[in-house]
């Protein structure tokens, strides 16, 4: 996909996780101001995207049409606005003959549908799987279906960020990079950390091939899901891991830190699910994180691979207890690495510098085993809730001026890239030690949470394979 969109994740909200089809004008409105008061627009979220449940059927000409009682002023009203506030909006159909909702869907209809979200402003198009009619069980099959709308967007002219939501059927990380800007890799998210359903039917997460995803899936279960193939994410085209859960309830904070942070380090896209309108200020201070938004937008576009993983540590109540270690290296030579535990309590870990530079050469071959690294906390800098609060419940006006007074970062003046180049100590975190040459970086994590850093070389940063394609690449 060359549209010259998606050159990091996208990032937005959608409201389908907590909304469903609870949609209207008021809505789109509300939310996009909100996403204006509490600053996060301007930490990344600039997508509205529109989901299920906003249309009323086909006219004689086989176009879509809107729902006036839910969109009395129409879309091209909603996204004026939208644009008017310095954001983009988007919309959802189905490559089915319905959605999943059961309202029509654009199969069959993509140039008519296509013209409708061009001719409406539309920037994003989440495009999901259900009542395909039969034409899946293959690559070529499932290729060909949603290839054909790819097709109709780009005959518009106008560009429209493409999202595929095929549930990670069909292999579809191995040919979704060719026609799409992300796509789904797994079964519908579950706002719980480690629990396990029946309806996410991969009985072994592990297993990157799944005939029927379904839903509730864990975040575990879809981070393991995708821990085999999570480098080929690329600017340009993403591993989307479905949408943020932070903010609904059914995590604790040590969880939902855990999830965010996991998200930005594989470099899925980050779709704000919360209703803003009841956001927690405890979910804010996950959301707003520039340090670890930085590793999400880092422009090399280099997700962060499974380096080590460990099993059967200290089971939950659902039967899961693992730890994980993630690293990845970010454009200016630095390196992210993040401790998961996923088991029933807090744990010491441990990872050392051959084990964290393994992509760069075994056995601390590698240059970068031979540094001293310097390490960040990437939740050091954390907003504090009552700060949060204090932002909720101001006015608009109000909370731009305490969100200035904090020096909060804002990607909207400085970009992340930019902000990256000029050395921005807010997108680093805060240092707390350092790790010597062949040595160890240690930490503890707490159940069910992360421990995440940015490493820096005290030696200046060594050289690396290329830092904007995969190495296979």
């Given at each position: 996909?060359?549209?010259?969109?998606?050159?990091?994740?996208?990032?937005?909200?959608?409201?389908?996780?907590?909304?469903?089809?609870?949609?209207?004008?008021?809505?789109?409105?509300?939310?996009?101001?909100?996403?204006?008061?509490?600053?996060?627009?301007?930490?990344?979220?600039?997508?509205?995207?529109?989901?299920?449940?906003?249309?009323?059927?086909?006219?004689?000409?086989?176009?879509?049409?809107?729902?006036?009682?839910?969109?009395?002023?129409?879309?091209?009203?909603?996204?004026?606005?939208?644009?008017?506030?310095?954001?983009?909006?988007?919309?959802?159909?189905?490559?089915?003959?319905?959605?999943?909702?059961?309202?029509?869907?654009?199969?069959?209809?993509?140039?008519?549908?296509?013209?409708?979200?061009?001719?409406?402003?539309?920037?994003?198009?989440?495009?999901?799987?259900?009542?395909?009619?039969?034409?899946?069980?293959?690559?070529?099959?499932?290729?060909?279906?949603?290839?054909?709308?790819?097709?109709?967007?780009?005959?518009?002219?106008?560009?429209?960020?493409y999202s595929l939501c095929n549930w990670g059927e069909d292999?579809?990380?191995?040919?979704?990079?060719?026609?799409?800007?992300?796509?789904?890799?797994?079964?519908?998210?579950?706002?719980?950390?480690?629990?396990?359903?029946?309806?996410?039917?991969?009985?072994?997460?592990?297993?990157?091939?799944?005939?029927?995803?379904?839903?509730?899936?864990?975040?575990?279960?879809?981070?393991?899901?995708?821990?085999?193939?999570?480098?080929?994410?690329?600017?340009?085209?993403?591993?989307?891991?479905?949408?943020?859960?932070?903010?609904?309830?059914?995590?604790?904070?040590?969880?939902?830190?855990?999830?965010?942070?996991?998200?930005?380090?594989?470099?899925?896209?980050?779709?704000?699910?919360?209703?803003?309108?009841?956001?927690?200020?405890?979910?804010?201070?996950?959301?707003?994180?520039?340090?670890?938004?930085?590793?999400?937008?880092?422009?090399a576009g280099r997700p962060a691979t499974r380096v080590s993983?460990?099993?059967?540590?200290?089971?939950?109540?659902?039967?899961?207890?693992?730890?994980?270690?993630?690293?990845?290296?970010?454009?200016?030579?630095?390196?992210?690495?993040?401790?998961?535990?996923?088991?029933?309590?807090?744990?010491?870990?441990?990872?050392?510098?051959?084990?964290?530079?393994?992509?760069?050469?075994?056995?601390?071959?590698?240059?970068?085993?031979?540094?001293?690294?310097?390490?960040?906390?990437?939740?050091?800098?954390?907003?504090?809730?009552?700060?949060?609060?204090?932002?909720?419940?101001?006015?608009?006006?109000?909370?731009?001026?305490?969100?200035?007074?904090?020096?909060?970062?804002?990607?909207?003046?400085?970009?992340?890239?930019?902000?990256?180049?000029n050395e921005d100590e807010r997108l680093f975190g805060v240092?707390?030690?350092?790790?010597?040459?062949?040595?160890?970086?240690?930490?503890?994590?707490?159940?069910?949470?992360?421990?995440?850093?940015?490493?820096?070389?005290?030696?200046?940063?060594?050289?690396?394979?290329?830092?904007?394609?995969?190495?296979?690449?």
């Amino acid at each position: 996909m060359n549209n010259g969109l998606a050159r990091t994740p996208q990032m937005g909200w959608n409201n389908w996780n907590s909304l469903g089809c609870d949609v209207s004008e008021e809505l789109l409105l509300d939310t996009s101001a909100k996403l204006v008061h509490f600053g996060l627009r301007d930490v990344g979220y600039n997508y509205v995207v529109l989901d299920d449940c906003w249309s009323r059927g086909r006219n004689e000409e086989g176009f879509l049409v809107v729902d006036a009682k839910k969109f009395p002023r129409g879309m091209n009203f909603i996204s004026d606005y939208i644009h008017d506030m310095g954001m983009l909006y988007g919309m959802y159909s189905s490559a089915g003959e319905m959605t999943c909702a059961r309202y029509p869907g654009s199969l069959d209809y993509e140039k008519n549908d296509a013209k409708s979200f061009a001719s409406w402003g539309v920037d994003y198009l989440k495009y999901d799987n259900c009542f395909n009619m039969g034409r899946f069980g293959t690559p070529g099959t499932s290729y060909a279906r949603y290839d054909a709308m790819s097709k109709a967007l780009n005959s518009t002219g106008r560009p429209m960020l493409y999202s595929l939501c095929n549930w990670g059927e069909d292999y579809v990380h191995t040919w979704g990079m060719s026609i799409a800007n992300s796509w789904r890799m797994s079964g519908d998210i579950y706002d719980s950390f480690t629990r396990p359903d029946a309806l996410c039917s991969c009985d072994d997460p592990r297993d990157p091939i799944c005939v029927a995803p379904g839903s509730r899936c864990s975040v575990l279960n879809i981070l393991n899901k995708v821990a085999p193939y999570a480098a080929i994410g690329h600017p340009g085209g993403w591993n989307d891991l479905d949408m943020l859960e932070v903010g609904l309830g059914g995590m604790t904070d040590d969880e939902y830190k855990a999830h965010f942070t996991m998200w930005a380090v594989v470099k899925s896209p980050l779709l704000i699910g919360a209703d803003l309108r009841k956001l927690p200020p405890l979910a804010l201070t996950i959301l707003n994180n520039p340090a670890v938004i930085a590793i999400n937008q880092d422009p090399a576009g280099r997700p962060a691979t499974r380096v080590s993983v460990e099993y059967n540590v200290k089971k939950d109540k659902y039967g899961v207890g693992e730890t994980q270690v993630w690293s990845g290296p970010l454009a200016n030579g630095d390196q992210v690495v993040v401790f998961l535990n996923a088991a029933d309590e807090d744990l010491d870990m441990r990872a050392g510098l051959d084990e964290i530079f393994v992509a760069e050469g075994p056995e601390c071959s590698a240059e970068h085993c031979q540094q001293s690294w310097i390490v960040y906390d990437l939740w050091g800098g954390r907003m504090k809730e009552n700060i949060a609060k204090k932002i909720v419940d101001a006015s608009q006006e109000k909370a731009a001026k305490e969100l200035k007074h904090l020096k909060w970062y804002n990607s909207t003046e400085l970009s992340y890239k930019e902000g990256l180049d000029n050395e921005d100590e807010r997108l680093f975190g805060v240092e707390i030690g350092t790790v010597k040459a062949k040595g160890i970086l240690k930490a503890k994590v707490p159940k069910h949470g992360v421990a995440a850093f940015r490493l820096r070389s005290r030696d200046g940063a060594p050289k690396r394979y290329s830092t904007t394609t995969n190495d296979e690449l």
